[in-house]
């Protein structure tokens, strides 16, 4: 079955750098869009970048801030993020969508302290 693996969350400051990773498996790693979603307490789950085959996107929020990257020999997808900022502060969730299903991982909580 499909299995997402987030790490790398913490506690950081303000302006520092921190690199999520997922491991995943189950499935064909690689041919399917993956995806960083986050999500602070009160609010909705969005999506931060995506990376498929095609290329990446991102949220403006974190644009020229966060890079997501894959390793397919890993079975990997990271995200770094850089510069980061208090309303960064949230629980980061590695997703993939194969044949009309949603997957999630379980979530890594990362916290911005200024």
């Known amino acids: 079955q499909v299995q997402l693996m987030e790490s790398g969350g913490g506690l950081v400051q303000t302006g520092s750098s921190l690199k999520l990773s997922c491991a995943a498996s189950g499935f064909t790693f690689g041919l399917y869009p993956m995806y960083w979603y986050r999500q602070a307490p009160g609010t909705e789950r969005k999506m931060v970048a995506m990376i498929n085959q095609s290329g990446n996107s991102y949220d403006y929020s974190v644009k020229g801030r966060f890079t997501i990257s894959i390793d397919n020999a890993k079975k990997t997808v990271f995200l770094q993020m850089n510069s980061l900022k208090a309303e960064d502060t949230a629980e980061y969730y590695c997703?993939?969508?194969?044949?009309?299903?949603?997957?999630w991982g379980q979530g890594t909580q990362v916290t911005v302290s200024s």
């Open positions: 997703s993939t969508y194969i044949a009309h299903t949603r997957y």
